[in-house]
């Protein structure tokens, strides 16, 4: 079962903060975040383990509740380039795969 | 080091061929896996391999088959393609399961 990512879409300004959560219905080992520009591959941002630990740096961040089964990731004062469609992608204790949730498209504007 | 790459980059099919799709990586990753991309649907798991030798179902394996060549390599191949299967087609790589991702730039596949 796919974790649901809220919200779907969302539209800021340039230096505005956003926040993009992730939960899933399963005891999570890994939460993955990648970032989707139209058109190309997603490109890796961060993995955060069992554990709690928020990881990330100055702009980007990210934390895990293993408890809630939930992750979220923060973009601080963003910019334009933070633009593109943002998936997290859940693994559990011994499984060799990611289920990725369906998306939230963020957009960036002047 | 060119990490992942695919080919092709775009294909057309008629409805009933059949294609491979290649996926190569250097970077010496234990695990490969095929994913496909439908608008609003995130990247859907097809087929995975933990390991040179052995290969496993993800979500959507139906109308799929793979084969892990060697470690380098790992091939998506329709039997016979349908309309259901026009999506974007993305290989991947990591050291294991729980290790970061690396996607190759993806097969635009659309079928008639």
């Known amino acids: 079962q796919q974790p649901v990512q809220s919200p779907q879409a969302v539209i800021l300004r340039e230096g505005e903060d956003a926040v993009i959560n992730c939960s899933s219905s399963k005891a999570l080992y890994s939460v993955h975040w990648y970032r989707q520009k139209h058109g190309e591959a997603p490109v890796f941002l961060m993995i955060l383990l069992k554990g709690g630990e928020q990881k990330g740096h100055e702009k980007i961040s990210a934390s895990f509740n293993e408890k809630k089964q939930q992750s979220s990731l923060y973009l601080t004062a963003s910019q334009l380039s933070y633009s593109g469609t943002y998936f997290c992608g859940t693994g559990t204790f011994g499984n060799e795969k990611l289920t990725f949730g369906t998306g939230t498209r963020l957009t960036i504007i002047p | 080091n060119a990490g992942v790459t695919q080919t092709p980059k775009f294909q057309v099919l008629k409805t009933g061929q059949s294609m491979t799709l290649q996926c190569a990586q250097d970077?010496?990753?234990?695990?490969m896996y095929w994913y496909r991309q439908d608008p609003g649907m995130g990247l859907r798991l097809i087929y995975y391999?933990?390991?040179?030798?052995?290969?496993d179902k993800g979500e959507v394996p139906n109308g799929y088959n793979v084969s892990r060549l060697n470690k380098r390599e790992f091939s998506l191949r329709l039997e016979s393609a349908a309309p259901s299967q026009t999506s974007v087609y993305f290989c991947a790589s990591s050291w294991t399961g729980v290790e970061t991702q690396y996607f190759g730039p993806g097969t635009r596949l659309l079928v008639l």
């Open positions: 391999s933990a390991s040179e030798g052995t290969t």
């Open positions: 970077m010496n990753h234990n695990s």
